[in-house]
């Protein structure tokens, strides 16, 4: 199987108006992600980690090199592809849980798989499952107003989960939550890790990043150090019920 993402002498360069170069955000990065890791992506302000995440979720492009997501060169696609592509590839989950106020956490989670043309009966039923994972399965009747923080971002990763991703992309997930719900949503990524989900998270909390079984930091746009490490809190979970597609 080859690596679910692959960035080969990765660039990104910002330019002015003129043509001239405002900032190169990354000069020449190499990482390589193997299925089933998890991965802390570190960096200082101005490191290059956001355009990092952006390029890993499909969200924007590189000026140079390449991008391999699950075996495939995005640098290929036309956008409409690559939006696609995108859909059924990655689970997003950031900061803010951006869950619509006047629909139920249900039909919240199912909104990704209406676009993706999902019979109604199937996205119904996915939603429930997907929300049964992160613990709110009693909860399918409720809008966001009436959750909890955390429970608002356990909605947000449900939804991510929903489509089936193969990579669940997380930027300062805990970010909104004081440290008690935060541990508690960690616990959730420990959780789907166990059973066999590749998860990149980007953060500048050190303790979050203890989390990971490995670590990539950036510097002005390379690679600074990226080492494996032993997780500082891994307990045994079972099996989750929806693995990656």
Known sequence: MPPVAELRQLRKTYYKPDGTVMVEALRGVDVSIERGEYVAIMGASGSGKSTLMNILGCLDRPTGGNYLLDGR????????ELSEFRGRTIGFVFQAFNLIPAETIEENVAVPLFYQGV????????????????????????????LSGGQQQRVAIARALVTRPVILLADEPTGNLDSATGRAILDTFDQLHAGGMTIIMVTHDPATA?????????KDGVVEFDRAQK???LETVHQVIMQPA
Do not use: F, Y
């Open 119 to 146: 019979h109604k009966h199937e996205r119904r039923k996915r939603a429930v499952e997907a929300l049964s994972l992160v613990g709110l399965g009693d909860r399918l009747g409720h809008r966001p107003r009436e």
């Open 210 to 218: 203890a989390r990971c079984h490995r670590v990539v930091r950036l």
């Open 73 to 80: 060169d995005i640098g290929t696609m036309d956008d409409e």
């Open 231 to 233: 997780p500082e809190r």
